[in-house]
Nanobody
Framework: QVQLVESGGGLVQAGGSLRLSCAAS????????MGWFRQAPGKEREFVAA????????DYADSVKGRFTISRDNAKNTVNLQMNSLKPEDTAVYYC??????????????WGQGTQVTVSS
């Protein structure tokens, strides 16, 4: 059974930082691309960042480029999202996702339950 478990969410002031982590189990982690998505209240879920299976190729939404960094540790089956210079509009539930083939902004196969990030102004 595949499990993706996010952690690290919380409340932070605008301009602050948070580091999200996602622990994966039940899948060949090092062969999966990983992604982060978010969903704000009343809005559709949106792509945030993605990273290829070996950590070479990255993709970021324009709204987070230069502020967020995605990374992974294939030895520990974890993927992280370092979020700096946070803005109130970054407030959302953040989801970790795994994709069998290649970096993309869609068609992910497995999803975590999400972790809440709230940025106060």
């Amino acid at each position: 059974q595949v499990q993706l478990v996010e952690s690290g969410g919380g409340l932070v002031q605008a301009g602050g930082s948070l580091r999200l982590s996602c622990a994966a189990s039940g899948l060949p982690f090092s062969s999966h691309a990983m992604g982060w998505f978010r969903q704000a209240p009343g809005k559709e879920r949106e792509f945030v960042a993605a990273l290829s299976s070996r950590g070479i190729i990255t993709d970021y939404a324009d709204s987070v480029k230069g502020r967020f960094t995605i990374s992974r540790d294939n030895a520990k089956n974890t993927v992280n999202l370092q979020m700096n210079s946070l803005k109130p509009e970054d407030t959302a539930v953040y989801y970790c996702a795994a994709r069998r083939t290649g970096v993309a902004r869609y068609d992910y196969d497995y999803w975590g339950q999400g972790t809440q990030v709230t940025v106060s102004s």
